[in-house]
């Protein structure tokens, strides 16, 4: 079994910045994939950020420029750095990450950008 704790979410005025975290612990063994996603009210849950084992890392569009992925493989943390944030990007912010055989999500942070 994997847990994954987030913290960092929070109220934010437009074109400020968040810094999200998200540490795992258990059983992490082939460890395919390790990222964030969101969900917007009404909406599907999105890619944001993700570090693949083939050393790439994924940035979906509307955040390109603007948010940094970064990981800590001895503390088995990711991080999200998040700025020049907008009111579209409001959402509850989800960690993942993805095993050989399974995946496991985070419980959820909210992000709130008022503006």
């Known amino acids: 079994q994997v847990q994954l704790v987030e913290s960092g979410g929070g109220l934010v005025q437009a074109g400020g910045s968040l810094r999200l975290s998200c540490s795992a612990s258990g059983n992490i063994f082939s460890l395919n994939a390790m990222g964030w996603y969101r969900q917007a009210p009404g909406k599907q849950r999105e890619l944001v950020a993700l570090?693949?084992?083939?050393?790439?890392?994924n940035y979906a569009d509307s955040v390109k420029g603007r948010f940094t992925i970064s990981k800590d493989d001895a503390k088995n943390t990711v991080y999200l750095q998040m700025n020049s944030l907008k009111p579209d990007d409001t959402a509850v912010y989800y960690c993942?990450?993805?095993?050989?055989?399974?995946?496991?999500w985070g419980q959820g942070t909210q992000v709130t950008v008022s503006s």
């Open positions: 993942y990450i993805r095993l050989l055989v399974s995946t496991y």
């Open positions: 570090f693949t084992n083939d050393g790439r890392t």
